[in-house]
C-alpha cells in the first residue's frame, strides 16, 4: 500500500468518531473520479481476510492534491438502528454537517428532495438493509449533485459531492468508488494490489485469536506455519511445543466461549520488514494475561506465524 494514499485519507473527517471497535484500514488506493485523481480507503472489520466487497466497510475517498474529501460511506449492521429522522430534523442536520466539512457548497444550492434512502450489506453472515434518510441538493453554480443520508440517531451514514448527471439516458456519469456494486463490475481493477501487508496480518492474527476462543482447529491451522513453534512460560514451567501439539492442547479443553468469556485479546502493536513481520499481542485466557510475541513471514500461501514466544504479562509490563 502507498504510504501517499493513506496519508491522504487521514482526518478526512476524524476516523476516531466514525471507525467501530475493530476496524482496521484494508485498502488504499488510487483511482480517477470524473477529471480528479482520488485516493479510495477502504475500513473493515479486522477479522476479513481480504477486501470483502458487498461486506461491513467504512470508505472515503479523497481528492489528491487538495484532499478534499469527495465522499465517505458507513455501512455496518447498527448503524441505523431505530426510527429515521423527521425530513426538518434530516434537512437540519445535513446543513449542519455540510457548514463544517464542505461550506463551499452551500453558497448557490438547491435541495430537491428528502425521502428514505436503503442500503444492504452482508452482516454476521445474513444480508441487513441499513435505512436512513437521504437530502439531496444541486450545486446551482456549476450543475452538479451532493447528497448527505442521515442515520437514525442523526449522524452522517453517506456523504457524496460533485456528481454529474448524464440526462439522456438518465444515469449517473461519475464513478462510484463508494459503491460496491460498481467495484465489482470494474474488470481492471485488482483490489489485493492495494491490500496492505498490515491488514493481511492483523486477519491472520484475528484468526489465531478467534481460533483460541473457540477451540476451532481449522483456524488454528490456517494461522500458523506447519513448522512453527510455539514456545513460552507456563509460570515457572517452560513449554516448547509443535504446532500440532499446540493446537491439540487447545481443543482439547473447553473453550473460552463455551465458557460464556467475553473475547478480549489484542493486538498492541505490528512492524513489517519486507517479508517478516513481528505483532505483540494482549492474549488473556481466563483470569490469566499472556503477552505473546509472534514473528510472521510472508509465503506462498500468504502470511502465516511462524513463531509464537508468550509469558505472563505481570513479566512483561505492555
Same mark, same amino acid.
Request: charged fraction near 25%; glycine fraction near 8%.
Given at each position: 500500500?502507498?504510504?501517499?494514499? %493513506? @496519508?491522504?485519507?487521514?482526518?478526512? #473527517?476524524?476516523? %476516531?468518531?466514525?471507525?467501530?471497535?475493530?476496524?482496521?484500514? $484494508?485498502?488504499?488506493?488510487? +483511482?480517477?473520479?470524473?477529471? $480528479?485523481?482520488?485516493?479510495?480507503?477502504?475500513?473493515? #472489520?479486522? /477479522?476479513?481476510?481480504?477486501?470483502?466487497?458487498?461486506? %461491513?466497510?467504512?470508505?472515503?475517498?479523497?481528492?489528491?492534491?487538495?484532499?478534499?474529501?469527495? +465522499?465517505?460511506?458507513?455501512?455496518?449492521?447498527?448503524?441505523?438502528?431505530?426510527?429515521?429522522?423527521?425530513?426538518?430534523? =434530516?434537512?437540519?442536520? $445535513?446543513?449542519?454537517?455540510?457548514?463544517?466539512?464542505?461550506?463551499?457548497?452551500?453558497?448557490?444550492?438547491?435541495?430537491?428532495?428528502?425521502?428514505?434512502? /436503503?442500503?444492504?450489506?452482508?452482516?454476521?453472515?445474513?444480508?441487513?438493509? *441499513?435505512?436512513?434518510?437521504?437530502?439531496?441538493?444541486?450545486? *446551482?453554480?456549476?450543475?452538479?449533485?451532493?447528497?448527505?443520508?442521515?442515520?437514525?440517531?442523526? @449522524?452522517?451514514?453517506?456523504?457524496?459531492?460533485?456528481?454529474?448527471?448524464?440526462?439522456?439516458?438518465?444515469?449517473?456519469?461519475?464513478?462510484?468508488?463508494?459503491?460496491?456494486?460498481? *467495484?465489482?463490475?470494474?474488470?481492471?481493477?485488482?483490489? @489485493?494490489?492495494?491490500? @496492505?501487508?498490515?491488514?493481511?496480518?492483523?486477519?491472520?492474527?484475528?484468526?489465531?485469536?478467534?481460533? =483460541?476462543?473457540?477451540?476451532?482447529? !481449522?483456524?488454528?491451522?490456517?494461522?500458523?506455519?506447519?513448522?512453527?513453534?510455539?514456545?513460552?512460560?507456563?509460570?515457572?514451567?517452560?513449554?516448547?511445543?509443535?504446532?500440532?501439539?499446540?493446537?491439540?492442547?487447545?481443543?482439547?479443553? #473447553?473453550?473460552?466461549?463455551?465458557?460464556?468469556?467475553?473475547?478480549?485479546?489484542?493486538?498492541?502493536?505490528?512492524?513489517?520488514?519486507? &517479508?517478516? !513481520?513481528?505483532?505483540?499481542? &494482549?492474549?488473556?485466557?481466563?483470569?490469566?494475561?499472556?503477552?505473546?510475541?509472534?514473528?510472521?513471514?510472508?509465503?506462498?500461501?500468504?502470511?502465516?506465524?511462524?513463531?509464537?514466544?508468550?509469558? *505472563?504479562?505481570? $513479566?512483561? #509490563?505492555?
Amino acid at each position: 500500500m502507498n504510504s501517499q494514499n %493513506e @496519508s491522504a485519507i487521514e482526518g478526512k #473527517p476524524p476516523l %476516531e468518531a466514525m471507525l467501530p471497535e475493530g476496524y482496521r484500514l $484494508a485498502l488504499s488506493m488510487p +483511482g480517477r473520479m470524473d477529471d $480528479a485523481e482520488i485516493v479510495l480507503g477502504r475500513f473493515q #472489520p479486522s /477479522d476479513r481476510a481480504s477486501v470483502d466487497l458487498g461486506g %461491513e466497510h467504512v470508505s472515503f475517498v479523497v481528492e489528491q492534491g487538495s484532499e478534499r474529501l469527495k +465522499g465517505f460511506t458507513r455501512l455496518y449492521g447498527g448503524v441505523s438502528d431505530g426510527a429515521l429522522p423527521t425530513e426538518d430534523v =434530516a434537512r437540519q442536520a $445535513a446543513l449542519g454537517f455540510l457548514h463544517r466539512q464542505a461550506p463551499d457548497l452551500l453558497s448557490n444550492h438547491k435541495i430537491l428532495w428528502i425521502d428514505r434512502h /436503503d442500503e444492504q450489506v452482508q452482516a454476521e453472515g445474513r444480508k441487513v438493509t *441499513l435505512s436512513g434518510m437521504k437530502v439531496k441538493f444541486r450545486n *446551482l453554480d456549476d450543475g452538479l449533485y451532493f447528497w448527505v443520508i442521515l442515520a437514525a440517531d442523526g @449522524s452522517v451514514m453517506t456523504f457524496e459531492r460533485d456528481i454529474h448527471w448524464i440526462t439522456f439516458p438518465g444515469h449517473r456519469g461519475t464513478e462510484k468508488w463508494l459503491h460496491d456494486s460498481w *467495484l465489482q463490475q470494474q474488470e481492471n481493477l485488482v483490489l @489485493s494490489e492495494f491490500e @496492505s501487508s498490515e491488514s493481511r496480518i492483523e486477519a491472520v492474527v484475528e484468526n489465531y485469536f478467534r481460533g =483460541a476462543f473457540h477451540g476451532d482447529r !481449522a483456524r488454528l491451522e490456517g494461522a500458523f506455519d506447519p513448522a512453527a513453534r510455539i514456545v513460552g512460560f507456563f509460570g515457572d514451567d517452560r513449554a516448547d511445543l509443535s504446532v500440532a501439539d499446540f493446537v491439540d492442547l487447545v481443543v482439547s479443553q #473447553p473453550s473460552q466461549a463455551s465458557l460464556g468469556a467475553t473475547m478480549d485479546k489484542r493486538i498492541l502493536s505490528v512492524e513489517v520488514a519486507g &517479508r517478516i !513481520a513481528v505483532v505483540k499481542a &494482549r492474549v488473556p485466557v481466563g483470569e490469566t494475561v499472556y503477552i505473546d510475541l509472534l514473528t510472521l513471514h510472508e509465503t506462498a500461501d500468504g502470511w502465516r506465524i511462524r513463531h509464537k514466544s508468550f509469558d *505472563l504479562a505481570e $513479566a512483561s #509490563p505492555v
